[in-house]
Nanobody
Framework: VQLQASGGGLVQAGGSLRLSCAAS????????IGWFRQAPGKVREGVSY????????YYADSVRGRFTISRDNAKNTVYLQMNSLKPEDTAVYYC?????????????????WGQGTQVTVSS
């Protein structure tokens, strides 16, 4: 049972990246997925969440209108499209899964975590 986050990289401010969270060893169909990030010296923060059906999505105020979370259960993958990136978006991004209804916004409710992918936004 594993999650693999990928798609990070170095991008200039205003640019875009798409992160992917792929599951192996289990199917994501019944899992809520959350994206979290942690910058050096800062606490981990929730970025976006999506319910198992994709019918419910939530965004942190800092990314609302710029980031879009989506899922393709046929590909067993959840995506985070990040547009209009800012230097303050620089962090390691993690995806996490939990087999629950809805889309929990508390990191403590997620029990399966990916290894993280680095996103660096230059000014």
């Amino acid at each position: 049972v594993q999650l693999q986050a990928s798609g990070g990289g170095l991008v200039q401010a205003g640019g875009s990246l798409r992160l992917s969270c792929a599951a192996s060893g289990f199917t994501l169909d019944y899992y809520a997925i959350g994206w979290f990030r942690q910058a050096p010296g800062k606490v981990r923060e929730g970025v976006s969440y999506i319910s198992s059906s994709g019918g419910s999505t939530y965004y942190a105020d800092s990314v609302r209108g710029r980031f879009t979370i989506s899922r393709d259960n046929a590909k067993n993958t959840v995506y985070l499209q990040m547009n209009s990136l800012k230097p303050e978006d620089t962090a390691v991004y993690y995806c996490a899964a939990r087999n629950v209804p809805g889309a929990p916004t508390d990191a403590a409710q997620y029990d399966t975590w990916g290894q993280g992918t680095q996103v660096t936004v230059s000014s």
